[in-house]
Nanobody
Framework: QVQLKESGGGSVQAGGSLRLSCAVSPHFSCKIQIAWFRQSPEKEREFIAS??????????DYKDFMEGRFTASRDNAKNTLTLQMNNLSPEDSGMYYC??????????????WGEGTLVTISS
């Protein structure tokens, strides 16, 4: 059974930092992409960042990456994806979800979601 366990959420003041982690089990024999999404009240779930098995990284807003606000990294040996978040603002608040997407063309295209970890940024 596929399990995605998110951790690292919490409450911090604006300008603070959090480090989210998603642990995926078991190891997939197929190529997968691991990603972070965020859902804020009254908003649709939105993509934040993803890392493919070959290390290709994508961000919703590359400005966040260039400014050092959001950095996604993947440890294939540990099957984890982390999201380092710095200089947080209240707009970053929401439930952060981890998602696994099977991207291997020789495997069924399936996706799995974690239960989320809550991030609350106070002004």
């Amino acid at each position: 059974q596929v399990q995605l366990k998110e951790s690292g959420g919490g409450s911090v003041q604006a300008g603070g930092s959090l480090r989210l982690s998603c642990a995926v089990s078991p190891h997939f024999s197929c190529k997968i992409q691991i990603a972070w999404f965020r859902q804020s009240p009254e908003k649709e779930r939105e993509f934040i960042a993803s890392v493919d098995g070959d290390g290709t990284t994508d961000y919703r807003d590359y400005k966040d990456f260039m400014e050092g606000r959001f950095t996604a990294s993947r440890d294939n040996a540990k099957n984890t994806l982390t999201l380092q978040m710095n200089n947080l603002s209240p707009e970053d608040s929401g439930m952060y979800y981890c998602r696994v997407l099977v991207t291997d063309p020789y495997c069924p295209s399936l996706e799995y979601w974690g239960e989320g970890t809550l991030v609350t940024i106070s002004s």
